[in-house]
């Protein structure tokens, strides 16, 4: 018999699905039947979803000035809420969790409106702006990077770690292998859903300047857009380097997990399953996000001497390569790297922030759930 349902909410992004569906594998595990409320650019991520029913719910993201743009934005967002309360009516969840973006404004604010336990979890080191405006109508935020002194709700807060997917947690069981010599050297590039086209632009001309011997050592798994793709492809093969190119790929734990060095974006969810599994990592923070929310999640990583943190702007073609060719010559410091990195990730991150779930489900205050994990 069932112990309850729970009601997920998360963008339709990989940074905010990703956990929500680790959280879904583990709640469900434990007897509880899953729903989740996202978006329409969800589909891709949600095929394996362990969800008893995915809900379409509107919302739209309020970034316009313009009065008609806002006009619009609001009126997508109260018909969510009306969307999710339907849902919520139908299903009775104990408890709604949202996992942040703007698809989780409309079943969040739902739910507490009709007196539904509620959390959210943010994944990265800056609370985001949809997480932030339920910030003081939820009961619960868990933070995966995020401090327990985080302003007016810290109260609220509970560093639980970003949950990884259970392919992240199998991944980690391979040890690191550092490459030495004349031994093929595998190197991972991937940039999130925004900003794979300055790895697409920048990494095929750096490669070309490393040194002929690197070069034949060199083998590249590469994230590129669906109008970058054959480019990229076709620059490696000319450079006669080995590569495997694509838009999105569904094994990028093992994918992680195989890399001797990961360059990088540093979005929450990456970072956290970088330093689970435990690899090197080039970390290159989205230049143009908001809140700068990545600089923050990469300078978490760094600090533990897990990664190194560069600045897009100073990553010429030049410079990409003088890592590069550093960091193939350096198999100690990368062994190092790994080691740091791997000291660092929360694989109990899931469990943890199941356990947080149900005590809210259960209304159970935040204090004395603090209280448990302390003692």
Known sequence: MAKGTVLLAAGGTGGHLFPAEALAHELAARGWQVHLATDDRAERFAGKFPAVAIHPISSSTIGSKNPVALLRAFWSIWRGVRQASQVIAKIKPSVVIGFGG?????????????????????QNAVMGRANKALGSKVDAIAGGFLPENSGANSAKVVVTGNPV??????AAKTPYVASAGSDAFNLLVFGGSQGAQFFSDALPGAIALLPEALRARLRVTQQARVEDAEKVKAAYARLGIPAEVSPFFTDMAQRIAAAQLVLSRSGASTVSEIAVIGRPALLVPYPYALDHDQAANAARLSAAGGGEVHPQATLSAERIAELLDGAMNDPERLSG???AAK????????????DLAEAIASKTPVSEFKKGVRT
């Open 102 to 122: 703007y698809p989780t404004l409309p079943p969040l604010y739902a739910a507490t409106r009709r007196g539904v336990p509620t959390m959210v979890h943010e």
């Open 343 to 354: 000291s660092v990730g929360k694989a109990d991150a899931t469990r943890l922030l199941a």
């Open 337 to 339: 790297m790994a080691a």
């Open 165 to 170: 997917r259970p392919a992240v947690i199998e």
